[in-house]
């Protein structure tokens, strides 16, 4: 069974940079044909894709949110990252991690980021 968990800090400063890690169990990242997704969930507002790696490394952005994200991943430690470049109260969100197949089947359970000074 694939478990993902994500970690990093609840707290960020405005203009600072959003760190995520997601930790994947029950599989390898590098498995072909998944994709693995950071989703952020604002409060009161609907789920909202921010981009993915593929299994080859390969990455994907949302165009409104490509000029401040970079996904990356540790294929030694099973990790991938999620950056989120001068953050501000706007990027307070729930944030996932979640792995694509055919559909997003499965999910961390998010962590909650503020942004706030």
């Known amino acids: 069974q694939v478990q993902l968990q994500e970690s990093g800090p609840g707290l960020v400063k405005p203009s600072q940079t959003l760190s995520l890690t997601c930790t994947v169990s029950g599989g390898s990242i590098t498995t072909n044909y998944y994709y693995w997704s950071w989703i952020r969930q604002p409060p009161g507002k609907g789920l909202e894709w921010m981009g993915a790696i593929a299994y080859s490394g390969s990455t994907y952005y949302s165009p409104s949110l490509k000029s401040r994200t970079s996904i990356s991943r540790d294929t030694s430690k099973n990790q991938f990252t999620l950056q989120l470049s001068s953050v501000t109260p706007e990027d307070t969100a729930v944030y996932y991690c979640?792995?694509?197949?055919?559909?997003?089947?499965?999910w961390g359970q998010g962590t909650q980021v503020t942004v706030s000074s």
């Open positions: 979640a792995r694509r197949g055919s559909s997003f089947e499965h």
